[in-house]
């Protein structure tokens, strides 16, 4: 169940990018095809490698240092997730050593955080200013707003947002 959901969802997500969702996967066999296909044509530019590895090695600042040994955690696990190719591809890897060592590491974060006052704490010190939105979500209360829109009606909101940002910043120069 769980994972029909997901690649639903995945196509939920697509088509809010703007992608057609007939083409995007619909379960693991279409993904492996589709990155069958697509591997011979993939790339990747110096920014987008440079990028890449700012996501995967935020610099360690006074502002991060409390948050850094999580990301430290959050880049290995990661990085076992990602098959070696595109490892190769972006320029970064880890040892087989690493990525073995990772997973149950990895199960017994996830287990411990199913405690909510675990769950609270990391977000707090993760993000304390978004606390409040995940609360709101995790205990069921009432959104702001009691309507659900379409991917489409989404867009087009957006764009009548851009519109209209485009509008005050012309009358205001």
């Not at 430290?72 to 890897?93: E, T």
Request: charged share 25%.
């Amino acid at each position: 169940m769980d994972e029909r959901r997901y690649w639903a969802e995945c196509r939920i997500a697509a088509e809010l990018q703007t992608c057609d969702p007939a083409r995007v996967p619909a379960n693991r066999d279409e993904m492996r095809s589709y990155y069958a296909e697509m591997k011979p044509q993939l790339c990747m530019s110096k920014p987008a490698r440079e990028l890449v590895h700012l996501f995967l090695s935020p610099p360690l600042t006074r502002e991060t240092a409390t948050i850094w040994p999580a990301t430290h955690a959050v880049r290995i696990a990661s990085i076992a997730l990602i098959p070696r190719w595109m490892r190769q591809l972006g320029g970064f890897d880890q040892t087989g050593v690493i990525d073995a060592a990772s997973l149950p590491l990895t199960r017994a974060t996830i287990t411990a955080f199913a405690n909510r006052r675990l769950q609270r704490a990391g977000r707090h010190l993760v993000s304390p200013h978004a606390n409040a939105i995940f609360e709101q979500a995790q205990y069921g209360e009432s959104p702001i707003h009691q309507h659900t829109v379409t991917p489409s009606q989404a867009r087009e909101s957006a764009q009548r947002g851009r519109a209209a940002g485009t509008r005050r910043r012309s009358v205001a120069a």
